[in-house]
């Protein structure tokens, strides 16, 4: 469950969050309209500051000349890289929405071996994993293919919703939300019975006197 709590929609009273919660949750349905379990939105009412800031970079999508393809693809490899399901899965969901076929969907894991993108959605890819896994060290490469394609200020919107959801994914796992809601899947596979404190090295070496 999410380690922290979740706002019950009797206590919620900012109206941004009830509208959202309203829109979303429905009497009788488990979860949200797209499929969660929609612990984000109660635990993110616990600060309406906070949820009001988030939920506002919603209206940048409505403003923008960035191809929605591009802004997609760059969140599900921000998902995928920084290992959270919630992320990933929602916005693969939004590339078919886009009418992004599923081999190509399903690409995204891989991308580096897979013929289905172009040189754009390639560098966008690579840009992404620059932000995500490398800490925004970006090779001049990736960003001279970004810049023969996109003008400045949407490769800067680019950068800014590609490092705002991999804050998203990073949230969502520390504080188990969504589909993030797991154990560490790194976890020590115990030894067989009667295996005690033995040294399996040090019986596997070879001596020689």
């Given at each position: 469950m999410p380690r922290l709590r979740r706002v019950p929609?009797?206590?919620?009273?900012?109206?941004?969050?009830?509208?959202?919660?309203?829109?979303?949750?429905?009497?009788?349905?488990?979860?949200?309209?797209?499929?969660?379990?929609?612990d984000w939105w109660e635990v993110f009412a616990l600060e309406p500051r906070i949820f009001r800031h988030c939920v506002k970079g919603f209206q940048l999508y409505r403003e923008s000349a960035l191809d929605p393809v591009l802004r997609e693809l760059g969140q599900v490899r921000a998902g995928w890289a920084r290992q959270s399901r919630f992320v990933y899965s929602q916005h693969c969901k939004q590339l078919r929405a886009l009418g992004v076929p599923e081999e190509k969907v399903a690409a995204v894991s891989c991308w580096p071996v897979s013929d289905l993108f172009g040189e754009l959605e390639r560098a966008v890819l690579a840009y992404a994993d620059a932000l995500v896994l490398d800490g925004g060290r970006v090779p001049d490469?990736?960003?001279?293919?970004?810049?023969?394609?996109?003008?400045?200020?949407?490769?800067?919107?680019?950068t800014y919703v590609t490092c705002m959801y991999e804050m998203h994914a990073t949230m969502a796992r520390a504080l188990r939300l969504e589909f993030d809601d797991r154990p560490d899947p790194v976890a020590e596979v115990p030894a067989p019975e009667g295996?005690?404190?033995?040294?399996?090295?040090?019986e596997l070496t070879v001596r020689r006197e």
């Open positions: 929609r009797e206590e919620m009273t900012d109206p941004v969050v009830t509208f959202f919660h309203d829109r979303l949750f429905a009497p009788g349905r488990e979860g949200t309209a797209t499929g969660s379990p929609g490469e990736v960003f001279a293919v970004l810049q023969r394609h996109l003008p400045d200020e949407q490769i800067l919107e680019l295996y005690g404190t033995r040294d399996i090295a040090d």
